[in-house]
């Protein structure tokens, strides 16, 4: 099992920046792979930046260059720095994490879901 607890989202205009943090409740060594994705309104949830491993990370080609996801091992935290947001941008964003049990199967877990709306 693992708990995920979400902050950082907010209200920004247009070509501001926030910084989202998810908390894990173990090691993200443990962790196969950990990240964030989001749901607009009337949209299937996406991907936007994730660790497939310790170093290796995808993004969404629509936020390449603007954001920028970060891990604290310490403090098993993941980070997304979102710079030069777009109204586009706007959803509720959502950390997940995937455990993959004995019998290889992934296991997901999601936090709570954090608003991000970024104004015109």
């Known amino acids: 099992q693992v708990q995920l607890v979400e902050s950082g989202g907010g209200l920004v205009q247009a070509g501001g920046s926030l910084r989202l943090s998810c908390a894990a409740s173990?090691?993200?060594?443990?962790?196969?792979?950990m990240g964030w994705y989001r749901q607009a309104p009337e949209k299937e949830r996406e991907l936007v930046a994730i660790?497939?491993?310790?170093?290796?990370?995808n993004y969404a080609d629509s936020v390449k260059g603007r954001f920028t996801i970060s891990r604290d091992n310490a403090k098993n935290t993941v980070y997304l720095q979102m710079n030069s947001l777009k109204p586009e941008d706007t959803a509720v964003y959502y950390c997940n994490a995937v455990v993959f049990g004995g019998d290889l199967r992934a296991n997901n877990y999601w936090g709570q879901g954090t608003q991000v709306t970024v104004s015109s």
């Open positions: 173990r090691s993200i060594f443990s962790i196969n792979a």
């Open positions: 660790f497939t491993s310790v170093s290796r990370i």
